[in-house]
Structure formats: C-alpha cells, structure tokens
C-alpha cells in the first residue's frame, strides 16, 4: 500500500496567488515525521518544512506552511505569494517511528507558476 | 544544515560497466541514505548505509548490484554494477542527522548507454 499519496501530477498557479499541494499518509506508528521537498530541474533536492506528529501547531518556514491535519491523514503545504522560482516538483515524504530515518516519497506534484 | 557533496554531478557510461559514486559530508552523521530516482519517477531507498558494517537493502536491491561502503561517519560510496540502460536514473545521497533533519546531496546523474 501506498505510504504517501499526492493526486496532484501537475498545477499551474498565477504569480503572486498561493497555491496548496495536498498530501495524505497512512502509518500505524504514533511517532512519525512528514517532510516537503522541492526540486527544480537541476535535480537537488531542497528540503522546505517539517511537521512532527506530535507537533501541534501547524509549521511554517518563511512563505511555506504546512496545513497539517492528524485525523484526517493529511499534510498539505502551502506556498503563499508564488514566484517564477517556485516552479519545480514538489514531494511529500515521511518517516516512521524513532530512531530509523529513511524517508518514503510521494509521487510528487509538478508545480508551474505563470507570469 | 549539513553540506553534502557527490562525484561525479553526471556521467554516461556503457552498459556492463560499473560506476562509483561518492558522498561527503562536512559533519559526522549517523545515518546515510542511497536513494535512486528514476526518470519523471519518485525517489525509491536503495540502502541504508551503515558505519562500520554492511549496509542495509530495501527490498529490490541487491548488494551484488550497489554495493556500498561506509569507511567513516562522513563518507559514503554507492557502485552501481553491471550497469544496463535501466539504471540510468539520478543517484541521491542523504544523511540524517536528527527525526526532523534530513538532507540531500546535489546528485549524480546517470546515463547508461
């Protein structure tokens, strides 16, 4: 089964809007992380924002925030004010339990911003 | 954050051959990732690199295939062997420092020809 699920293959959003890249999980763990990445075409992989399943307030990095949602399963990131720069693609990861740090993907969510 | 380099950013090689690729990182961590990513695909685990044993596969892959050392707690070696078309594909390391830290490398991008 599916660890990490993003329906969204691709979207287009205008300059200066916000834009909402929807991620769910299934784990049974109670300890668990979710990470946003980005990566533009050169490849790297930038890491945005964090969410710890304990953490009960939403986590925000700069124009990134992170509309986390336990009960539902749901770990959407939000981009406020979209630059041309924001165009990449976008992965939602997590890790399960303590102590082992490997990372499962999503499908990730091509995201282009139009002038 | 950690800094994380790889070598070589790219290379083309020949079917049959083997490449290696390394990862540094400017820190001592404890955990080191080998990820591959497959074109317009996601990223898979290949392995969990162990400091000072073998390293430990996911299922898929095999340490025959991508043997992987990891001599210290800032280095990491991932082989790609036998290489065919099919594993032309982005090779990314990360490390782990902390259950909220986690960081990639640039990455190594193979074409198998």
């Known amino acids: 089964a599916q660890k990490i699920t993003q329906t969204q293959p691709g979207m287009f959003v205008q300059e200066k809007e916000a834009v909402t890249l929807d991620c769910t999980y299934d784990t049974s763990d109670q300890s668990y992380g979710l990470f946003w990445y980005k990566q533009p075409s050169s490849g790297e992989m930038i890491f945005l924002i964090y969410?710890?399943?304990?953490?009960?307030q939403n986590a925000t990095e700069g124009r990134y925030s992170l509309n986390f949602q336990k009960a539902r399963k749901s770990a959407n990131l939000v981009i406020s004010a979209s630059q041309l720069g924001d165009s990449a693609m976008y992965f939602c990861?997590?890790?399960?339990?303590?102590?082992?740090?490997?990372?499962?993907f999503g499908a990730g969510t091509t995201v282009t911003v139009r002038a | 954050s950690a800094v994380i380099s790889q070598k070589p950013s790219r290379d083309i090689c020949q079917r049959g051959t083997s490449l290696t690729i390394q990862c540094q990182v400017d820190?001592?961590?404890?955990?080191m990732f080998w990820y591959r990513q497959q074109p317009g695909q996601s990223l898979t685990l290949i392995a969990t690199a162990n400091q000072g044993s073998e390293a430990t596969y996911e299922s898929g892959f095999v340490i025959d295939k991508f043997p992987i050392s990891r001599p210290n707690l800032t280095f990491s070696t991932l082989t790609v062997s036998n290489m065919s078309p099919e594993d032309s594909s982005i090779y990314l390391c990360?490390?782990?420092?902390?259950?909220?830290?986690?960081?990639f490398g640039p990455g190594t991008r193979l074409t198998v020809t």
């Open positions: 820190s001592q961590v404890t955990m």
């Open positions: 990360s490390v782990g420092s902390g259950a909220y830290e986690q960081y």
């Open positions: 969410q710890g399943s304990y953490d009960e």
């Open positions: 990861a997590m890790r399960e339990g303590r102590g082992d740090y490997k990372l499962s």
